[in-house]
C-alpha cells in the first residue's frame, strides 16, 4: 500500500477522479482482500510518531469505504492532540471524552458530515486521563453501540512510540494499520512499533507507506 505524494484534507471526496483517491481506493480494497473469509469492522489507524500522515489517511480511507456502499463512523481517539474536527471543519465541545466519561450519550456526540454514509466522533475536550477513558468498559460498550449503527468505524489514534492509548485500543479492534512516512520514518522505529502492537495483540492488516 503506498500514498505517493504529500496531500491533505478530504482529496478522495473533492477529487474522487485523482490519482490520490485511486491509492486509497486501492488500499481499500486490500484492506478487503487481507481476510477472505472475515470483514475487519473495527480498525485503528495508527503511526510510529506524529505528522506522519495517519489522519489524513484515516479520513480519505473512511471516503474510499462510503463510496463503495459502507456506512461509516470514524472516531478521534487521540484525546491529546485531536484534528479530525478540523478536517471535517465541525465543532469539537462534546465528543469520545464526553461520552465515556457519561456526560453525554453516544447518538447525542456522533455527528453526521456532508458526505452520505459517514459520521464522525470527535474528540471532545482534552481529558486528564486519556488512557484510563480508553481502556475503560465504558469504550467497549460504545463500540457494540457503534457496530449495530454502523459497517464499519475507523479509530484515528496517538502514535504507538508516543504513548499507550493506541496499544489499549489495539486489543480492543479488530485489526490495525500502520501508516509510515517514506524518508521521515526511521526503520528502527517501525520495528519498534510493531513490536509494541504484538505486545498488545494486536493483529497488524497492514502498512501504509505515505510519501509526503
Do not use: W
Not at 38 to 65: C, D, F, H, Q, W
Not at 171 to 183: D, S
Amino acid at each position: 500500500m503506498a500514498i505517493k505524494e504529500k496531500e491533505r484534507g478530504l482529496i478522495s471526496y473533492t477529487s474522487p477522479d485523482s490519482s490520490i483517491s485511486e491509492q486509497y481506493r486501492t488500499i481499500r480494497t486490500n484492506i478487503q482482500f487481507s481476510s477472505i473469509d472475515y470483514k475487519y469492522r473495527t480498525l485503528i489507524i495508527t503511526s510510529p510518531g506524529y505528522r506522519e500522515g495517519k489522519s489524513t489517511t484515516v479520513t480519505n480511507l473512511a471516503i474510499s469505504m462510503v463510496q463503495q456502499g459502507e456506512k461509516v463512523l470514524v472516531v478521534d481517539a487521540d484525546l491529546r492532540m485531536p484534528t479530525l474536527h478540523t478536517m471535517f471543519d465541525i465543532e469539537n465541545t462534546s465528543g469520545l471524552a464526553n461520552v465515556l466519561t457519561g456526560e453525554t450519550t453516544f447518538e447525542e456526540a456522533v455527528k453526521r458530515t456532508e458526505i452520505e454514509r459517514l459520521a464522525v466522533l470527535t474528540s471532545g475536550p482534552v481529558p486528564f486521563n486519556p488512557a484510563d477513558l480508553l481502556s475503560s468498559s465504558a469504550l467497549d460498550k460504545l463500540i457494540g453501540i457503534a457496530q449495530e449503527l454502523y459497517t464499519v468505524i475507523l479509530f484515528d489514534t496517538p502514535p504507538v512510540l508516543e504513548l499507550t492509548d493506541a496499544r489499549i485500543l489495539a486489543n480492543k479492534c479488530e485489526g490495525t494499520i500502520l501508516v509510515v512516512c517514506n524518508g521521515k520514518t526511521k526503520a528502527e522505529e517501525i520495528v519498534e512499533a510493531k513490536r509494541l502492537l504484538e505486545l498488545a495483540r494486536a493483529k497488524c492488516v497492514g502498512v501504509i507507506l505515505n510519501k509526503k
